[in-house]
Every structure is written in structure tokens, then in C-alpha cells.
């Protein structure tokens, strides 16, 4: 008898491109068939056979209170009983803009905007207009979402379907994207020597999580800093990812690093679609209407989704939110490498704040090709094993995992026992 998620699949596939809405969530990076969830809360989900897991992507990052917060779920069903979109200006909005202005102070004015995408792809032409220049560069194993001269060796699901330049995007679109290695600062010297007045703006994951998680080292973002304020180019953190998930002030809060411009999504939705750019007064304000550089969303803004936010954002807020959620994310982590030690499989992992990086090679990665060394395979029968016991990773090896508050100590140790069988079929 097959079961409802195969039977799910197979009519998803009838209608929709792969049977999903998006490519990652379609396991074809770890095979077998996606589990279609019919609810969550707090740390689990179920699936359409009724089936139990810990949920270690939080919706890859927004459900960091954990899935159906009382407080979130009252939040939502009140602003909607209110009536889900205008079109016009709400209070909602102007409470989350000086929200993001106070807890993020490199951001002095924001937009918000409907996704990553959205959120980077606007930040991006921001740059090319208050700069006139051309030339971006990104970071190998980075991702920012499809905008196409960011679909350029993309992480996340490109990396993961080993496509590193999406087709359909012309040559003319992406000659100005210049696509260097994640913590090399001699090449970014170079690169800036050479071309450095040409460049409009540099993006940066400044916690990559797309190609499993990889820090950036503290020196190279500064020189990055440096280099980006001698040659005038704007400097833009792309914090969708690590925003309010590796500190309440993100990835610039830990490294003491003030960009030009931010993009900010996922917590700030508390799962619905809410995300945002921003940063320097002088150039936001270059955003139409008031400014030359054109950007616009019919649901930017919703109130729904700015209710879900602002109610996710007063949460993290809590006295010790983040040591707590830091230390359930070590003791996963280090729960982890212990299992894996006991059984003499060769893994490690990281950790940042309430985001993790599961990887089987020897050292934790610094780089992109430290990370595609990396034993796929391994990591593949480890995820297969622990989605049938109830545990349910990221479904590829190129993305980084998300513990929420939910995730106590009972739940961090049945994952951990769940591994250890796990890792003693691998060692087997
Ligand atoms: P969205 O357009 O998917 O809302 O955001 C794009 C984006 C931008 N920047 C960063 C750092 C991101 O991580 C993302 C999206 N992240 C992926 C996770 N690998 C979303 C999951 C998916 O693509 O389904």
C-alpha cells in the first residue's frame, strides 16, 4: 500500500513542476518521497500519514519561537479578521520599520518587500543606482534567491542539483556578476585593486547557510568593510538567513560590522511573507517614490504577515531568548559529534547562534570546496536514517539546519539517541 505522501506526490507532479513550489523541498538531492505536512507545532510537524518528526528547518529559518505559537497564531487570526490586504499604508508597517531601525542600527530607513528575493534583488539595483556602476560580486556557495544576476553558482538548491548557473538566464544579465571565493581576502584585494571603481556593491551571506553552514571569518568581513569604504562600493549583508537567528542584531551585531544595506526575511515573518531592505539613510532615500530607483509589491507590508512578524520579533525579545536557544543548538551539535565519534564515523558540526551545519569530513569548512569534499553520500544515508526515525533534517547537504526555542532538552536528547543508531548503520 502506497503511502498518502507518495500518493500526494505523484498527483503533485501531474500539476506542478517537479511537485513542488520549491525545488529543494522535492528530495531529489536525497532521493525517496517528500512528506507532505498537514500540521505543526512547537518543535514537530506531521505528515499526511500522520507520521511524527522533530522539525529541524523551522520553515528554513522563520519558525525560530517554534511552529503555531499560541501568541503568533491569536496575533494572526485578530489582524485577519481586520481584512488581509489594502493596498494603502497600515500602523502595522511603520511599528515594524522602527522596529527593524532599533534593532538593527546600520538600518536607518527600510522597505519591506514580500521575500528574500525581493529583499536582495531590490537592495542590488539600489546599489547600481546610487552607485552608477555596473559590477556586483557575490560569493561562491552563496545564495540570494533567483533574482537573475544573483542566479550566478548559487548555493541552496542550485548547488544542491550541482547546476551552478540556472539556465534561462542570458549571458548579457549576468557578465557584470563577478563570483569569488567565500573567506579569501588576498583575492578580494586583488580583485579590488583591479576593479575596485567599478564595483557597485559587494553581497555577502556574513553566515553563509546555503551551502551548509560556513562562517565567515571576522578578518575577511572586515577587510571586505575596508575594501567597500576606499572604493565606494556598497557594502550589502544579505541577512535573510542570519538575521534575528544568529543574534537579535544578526550577523553585523556579532562581528561589530556596520554595511551600507541589509535584506532581512524569514523570523521577521514569523512565517508568512514578510521581508525587508534596508541601511543607510542617504540611500534608501534614492527609492521611489522620492528617489530614481524604482520597487514596488502589491502585498508588501500585508498586515497578516506584519502581525505574524511583529509578534515572532517581541518573542525573541525575551530575556535570555538567544542564550537559551544558543545552548540547545550547542547540545545538538555536540550531542552529534559525540554519537558520531562513538560509532567511528567521521563527522563534525558547527554552530551559530540557533542556525547549525551538519558536515562528514573530518574539519568543520571553511570554504565552498571544503564543503563539496564533503562525503554527500554518507550524509544522505544519515538523513534517510533519521527521517525514519522520526527526525527531519534539511533534505539536502548543502543547507544549514534551524533549532527553535521549542527544542528542549528531551527533544535534543531523542535526536541524539535517534543518531546514534543512525550513525552505527553507517559504521556498519
Ligand atoms: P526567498 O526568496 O526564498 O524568501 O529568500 C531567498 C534567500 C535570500 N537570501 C538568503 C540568505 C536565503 O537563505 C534565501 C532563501 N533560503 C532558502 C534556504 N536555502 C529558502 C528555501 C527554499 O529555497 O525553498
Not at 539595483?125 to 544576476?149: M, N, P, Q, W
Not at 545538538?332 to 554519537?339: C, F, P, S
Request: aromatic share 8%.
Amino acid at each position: 500500500m502506497t503511502s498518502k505522501n507518495q500518493d500526494l506526490f505523484a498527483r503533485a507532479q501531474l500539476t506542478t513542476p517537479g511537485g513542488v513550489n520549491s525545488p529543494v523541498r522535492a528530495f531529489r538531492s536525497v532521493g525517496g518521497t517528500p512528506r507532505f505536512i498537514t500540521r505543526a507545532e512547537g518543535p514537530y510537524f506531521w505528515d499526511a500519514d500522520d507520521c511524527r518528526y522533530i522539525d529541524y528547518i523551522g520553515s528554513w529559518g522563520p519558525a525560530i519561537v517554534g511552529h503555531a505559537h499560541p501568541e503568533v497564531v491569536k496575533a494572526v487570526q485578530q489582524a485577519a479578521a481586520r481584512g488581509l490586504s489594502f493596498g494603502a499604508p497600515t500602523e502595522g508597517e511603520v511599528l515594524m520599520a522602527e522596529e527593524i531601525c532599533r534593532l538593527v542600527p546600520s538600518v536607518e530607513q527600510v522597505r519591506l518587500v514580500s521575500s528574500g528575493t525581493e529583499a536582495t534583488m531590490s537592495a542590488l539595483r539600489l546599489a547600481r543606482g546610487a552607485t552608477g556602476r555596473d559590477k556586483i560580486v557575490k560569493f561562491e556557495g552563496c545564495y540570494h534567491g533567483h533574482a537573475d544576476s544573483l542566479l550566478v553558482k548559487a548555493g541552496s538548491g542550485l548547488l544542491t542539483f550541482g547546476n551552478p548557473t540556472s539556465a534561462g538566464v542570458p549571458e548579457d544579465f549576468i557578465k557584470h556578476t563577478l563570483v569569488l571565493d567565500y573567506n579569501n581576502s588576498r583575492q578580494l584585494e586583488e580583485t579590488f585593486k583591479s576593479i575596485g571603481h567599478d564595483i557597485a556593491c559587494v553581497i555577502i551571506e556574513p553566515v553563509a547557510g546555503n551551502m551548509n553552514l560556513v562562517r565567515a571569518s571576522s578578518e575577511f568581513l572586515h577587510t571586505l568593510r575596508r575594501l567597500c569604504t576606499e572604493y565606494g562600493t556598497v557594502l550589502i549583508f544579505d541577512e535573510v538567513m542570519s538575521g534575528f537567528r544568529v543574534a537579535l542584531g544578526g550577523a553585523q551585531a556579532l562581528h561589530g560590522i556596520r554595511p551600507d544595506l541589509t535584506a532581512l526575511g524569514k523570523v521577521i515573518g514569523g512565517g508568512l511573507p514578510v521581508a525587508a531592505f534596508g541601511g543607510r539613510a542617504d540611500l534608501m532615500q534614492q527609492m521611489a517614490p522620492i528617489g530614481a530607483v524604482y520597487q514596488a509589491g502589491t502585498l508588501s507590508g500585508n498586515p497578516v504577515a506584519v502581525a505574524a512578524g511583529m509578534t515572532t520579533l517581541k518573542l525573541i525579545q525575551a530575556p535570555g531568548f538567544y542564550d537559551s536557544l544558543g545552548v540547545q543548538t550547542t547540545k545538538l551539535v555536540q550531542g552529534l559529534t559525540a554519537a558520531a565519534k562513538e560509532a567511528g564515523v567521521t563527522f563534525c558540526a558547527d554552530s551559530v547562534g540557533g542556525m547549525f551545519g551538519l558536515y562528514f569530513s573530518a574539519t568543520v569548512p571553511t570554504t565552498y570546496a571544503e564543503i563539496m569534499a564533503g562525503d554527500k553520500d554518507k550524509f544522505n544515508l544519515f538523513f534517510h536514517a533519521m527521517l525514519d526515525a522520526g527526525v527531519y533534517f534539511a533534505p539536502a547537504a548543502f543547507e544549514a539546519g534551524f533549532v527553535s526555542a521549542q527544542h528542549d532538552d528531551a527533544v535534543i536528547d531523542a535526536t541524539i539517541a535517534a543518531a546514534r543508531t543512525a550513525f552505527a548503520q553507517l559504521a556498519g
